[in-house]
Structures are given as C-alpha cells and as structure tokens.
C-alpha cells in the first residue's frame, strides 16, 4: 500500500481518478475503458447522486455521443425531444423583432435533454464497463508528491461542527492515489483553481470570463406547448452595455426550460442576475407561454464564457483538465456539453498511451496536442471573437457577431478577455435598479426558488464559503459597491443586516446551490468557493 500524505486516512489506488461525474468526466472514464479495459478508473462525485448537481438549458449536439457510443439510441440514451423550429428575437421592453436565426444557432439535428438524466444515463454506461464512481464524496485536497507533481485527490473529512472541532462521528477523507488525476470539476472548480495559480497555467492565456444563468422549469398549458420548439432573445431587459441573453426550449410532457444568462462582466453594482430573471418572464412574448403554468424546478449556476483565448494549459505533472473546469464552452453556439464530452475522449486516449508507454513522465503532454488536432479546436477559433465582442456593448457585438457568422467574415486578430470581479462602478457611479415585487404566480423570491433546488447542507458544519478577511464586506465592499454579494448571488446566501447600531454580514451557507458566482464576481476577491461536507448542496432531478 503506498503511503498516505496524512497518516489517519485511508488509501484506495487507482491508475486514474477523474474529479466530476459531469458529461466530460463520464465520457472520460467510458473511453479509458473503452480503449484498454484494464486499466482501473475511479471518478467522484460530490454530488449525492450523479446527476444532482447538473443542470443546463439543455440541447445537446450529438456529434461526440455518435463518436463515444454509437448504438446510444439502442442503449436507451433519454434524447427523447428532437429540436425543431428555432426563433431568435429582439426584445424591447414592450415588443419583439424577429431577427434571423444565427447559423451557429441552428439545431436542426440536435436534442434537447435533461442534462442530469443524460448524465446518469451515462454514469450506466460507464459502471458497465467497469469504471467505479462513488457519489456524495467531494474532493476537497489535491495531493502532491515532492516533486510538486500531482498524485490524486482526497475527500473532505466528515464529523466536523461549525466550531471547527472534530465532533463523535468524525471520519476522516479518503485518499485516492492515481498515475493521472482528471480535474472534470465544471466551471470554476475550487481544486482547479489551486492548480491554475499552483502551476501558473493562465501564464500564456486570457483569464477566464463567465456568465450566470438562472434556470426554472414550467409545465405550461397543452395548447401553448410546441414539443421541439427553441427559443432565443437578446435586448430587454438588459441595457445596452450588459451581456445577456435568454432561452427556452420545449420539452416532452407539455414542460419546457426557461432561462436567464447574465455575463458576469456586467458593471452596475445593484444589478441582480436572479431578478433580472424574474423581470424577463413578465415581458408579453414571454408571459404568453407562462400564463396558466406552474413553475416546478429552480436552478442556477455559472457558465464560462472565455473561450479560445481563456483556454489555460491543460496538463502538468501527474494531472490535466477537461471540461468546462478548463473552458471548452462554445458561447455563440450556446453549447457545451458536445465539446466538454470531446475533451475528455481526448484526454482518455492520450491517458492511455502515456499509461501504457511505460515512461517516466508524470505529464500528459499528448492531450494538448491532440485538442490542437481536434475539430473541437478548430470549432472554438472560428468563433473565438464573438463573446469578447459583447465587451464593447450589445450593438458593436451583435454587429461583429452577424459579420463573422452570417457574413463568414473572420478578423485576422483575437480580441481579449479580463477578469470578470474588476468590472464593476462604485456605487456612487451606478445607478439604482427598483426590481418589481414578485407575485407568486409568475415571477418569486429567492428562498422561495432555492426550495424548489432541493438544496440541503449539514447544519452543523464549517461554512464552505470562506472569507479570506472577515472586514471586507462591511468595510470595504458594503461602501465602495453596496456590498454586490446580496444581488449578484442567486440563492439568497449573502445579506447585510444591523444588529446593535452595527452593520453585519451574514452568509447562509445552507441555502447554496453551488453557481460559484460569489468566487468569480466578489470585487476584492475576498470569498472562497470550496466544497462543503458529503453531498451537499442542490439536488436537481431532471435539471
């Protein structure tokens, strides 16, 4: 047995360990396994199950699942809706004009699925084949050997109170001990993090940009349901100088997604993701659908958003990335899933020669060449300039995005990205945004939505969100930006209340459905997404 890096824990050992059982994870182990069955695969999930911390618009572009698992129809894979027709509007506060559908937007041969069912699906596929996956145990230490190099991962420790003592039913973490470590965290992973400053891996690339979508699922009436239908806005509610947009897709059984994107480069301080949600459903091409629906699912969580130039260096001793934890979102498209699933083939077969070559190097150096060779590369170059476009506002970016899809018109140069959390105005500078008082029926308050998430942590736990200075948000954040934190988080875990003549800030933790967004927009970089203990968090059936 090899020694463990702290002498309490346990050591399980495995040729490779994948962190994440989302799409590129799952894909991942299924192609190690597909390639050479013996070699053994762990992937963990902190989720409670594969699936509860899924969610997404979804459609799904099914050129990677035909690559992974062709007979994916007679294995029962849940694409059950077809995309049909596909409608792209402009919305000014009161009307809509039909704009051309984007090509890169067109989702003739696609489906649109549950993104947690998809992955369970796959989670199937990939037990069958041999790959072990322990739900409810999130990694929580990334484990090194004395050459810096990466040698696995190991599991929060259970049993510890909010005082920070070890409580009668501690148990310590596992540790997992791996040639290769897959970091499949999805966006902004808080290993990954560590690894990107440990190894410096953004040295020669962007930083990476994000958006927040805040998603509900409706069942709506029979006769307003058109099973297949895709639809997109941009415009209202967000000005001219804030990235955004909207969908909605219809399902199967008269439900359909609707969704929210809020680009987290946005600069008015008091403006709030979650409520501009709120405030697009009462637009009238909207609410038509709405009305005389319930709304029966809540989600949100972040999206990366960089592209191309945010694509950091994949490998380094021991380890790599795939997913969207490295950035392979393709955002005009407004897919993910395709490509996340592709990188993670990529980095399955690239594991398997270096496993299999009997060297001493720990780095998987074949995976970033194989990603330059691959169609997802190419994909994301072409349209490498469209989401950095939106910097300059809505109208330059629509303009240079129609030049560069519809006109095939392709700029000789690449726009570049900067860091999300230094983009916003003072208060001072900003103005205030009066959000309209929810109704219960059509648009709700937070709490009201984090029920519907299923969300649930331990009471008795240290907070997983972490302050590096407790004094910032009062005495730094609260003056300079209205303290953002109560409107840029989703889920209503940040307030500022006064007790005693003194203002305080409060995190309830508890209510977390695990976005991140407070890790990538906090202004002064104050607050530490990391994982809580077992599997908390949303749990999301069909998001």
């Known amino acids: 047995m090899p020694t463990p890096v702290r002498p309490d824990r346990e050591v399980m050992e495995y040729d490779v360990v994948i962190v994440g059982a989302g799409p590129s994870g799952l894909a991942c182990g299924i ?274 958003e960089g592209g191309y130039q945010s694509l950091p260096k994949l490998t380094f001793g021991g380890g790599l990335l795939i997913g969207d934890t490295a950035g392979f979102l393709n955002v005009p498209k407004i897919k993910g899933t395709h490509t996340a699933m592709k990188s993670g083939m990529l980095a399955a077969e690239e594991i398997v020669k270096l496993l299999q070559g009997g060297g001493e190097s720990r780095e998987c150096i074949g995976y970033a060449e194989a990603f330059k060779n691959s169609w997802v590369n190419k994909e994301l170059y072409k349209v490498r300039n469209i989401r950095p476009g939106f910097h300059k506002g809505m109208w330059f970016g629509l303009i240079n995005a129609a030049f560069q899809t519809i006109g095939g018109w392709m700029l000789p140069f690449t726009f570049h990205n900067h860091a999300d959390h230094k983009d916003l105005k003072f208060a001072d500078q900003a103005p205030k945004i009066n959000y309209p008082r929810p109704d219960g029926v059509l648009t709700f308050d937070r709490l009201t939505s984090v029920q519907l998430s299923n969300t649930n942590h331990e009471e008795d736990q240290p907070s997983h969100l972490k302050l590096r200075d407790p004094h910032v948000p009062i005495d730094i954040n609260l003056p300079k930006w209205a303290e953002p934190a109560q409107r840029y988080c989703p889920a209503a875990v940040y307030e500022v209340i006064e007790e005693a003549g003194q203002k305080k800030f409060v995190i309830n933790a508890q209510n977390c459905v695990h976005c991140k967004t407070c890790d990538i927009k906090d202004p002064s970089q104050n607050i530490d997404w990391t994982v809580p203990q077992g599997g908390g968090g949303p749990n999301y059936p069909n998001m």
């Open 31 to 304: 192609r190690i396994k597909q390639v050479n069955p013996d070699i053994s695969v762990c992937i963990l999930e902190k989720g409670s199950e594969v699936g509860a911390h899924l969610m997404s618009g979804a459609v799904l572009e099914p050129r990677t699942l035909n690559e992974l698992i062709p007979d994916w129809k007679d294995k029962g894979a849940p694409l059950h809706t077809k995309a049909g027709a596909d409608k792209f509007m402009f919305l000014t506060k009161t009307g809509s004009i039909r704009l051309p559908t984007p090509p890169q937007m067109n989702n003739h041969g696609n489906y649109i699925i549950s993104l947690g069912e998809f992955g369970r699906w796959l989670a199937g596929q990939a037990e069958s084949l041999g790959v072990e996956i322990f739900a409810g145990f999130a990694a929580a230490e990334v484990l090194y050997n004395d050459k810096a190099e990466v040698i696995g991962v190991a599991t929060g420790d259970m049993g510890i109170g909010k005082d920070g003592e070890r409580r009668d039913d501690f148990t310590p973490g596992v540790e997992l001990h791996a040639k290769q470590t897959v970091f499949a965290e999805g966006c902004h992973g808080s290993l990954t993090k560590t690894l990107i400053k440990k190894y410096d891996l953004r040295k020669n690339s962007d930083p990476q940009t994000y958006g927040l979508g805040v998603k509900e699922l409706w069942e709506i009436d029979p006769a307003k349901h058109k099973e297949g239908l895709s639809v997109h806005t941009v415009g209202w509610p967000m000005d001219s100088k804030t990235y955004g947009g909207s969908w909605m897709y219809h399902l199967g059984g008269n439900l359909i997604s609707i969704g929210f994107v809020v680009g987290l480069d946005y600069q008015n301080p008091y403006l709030s993701p979650f409520e501009e949600m709120q405030r697009f459903k009462t637009h009238p091409a909207i609410k038509a659908y709405l009305e005389g629906g319930r709304r029966v699912g809540y989600g949100a969580r972040a999206l990366v």
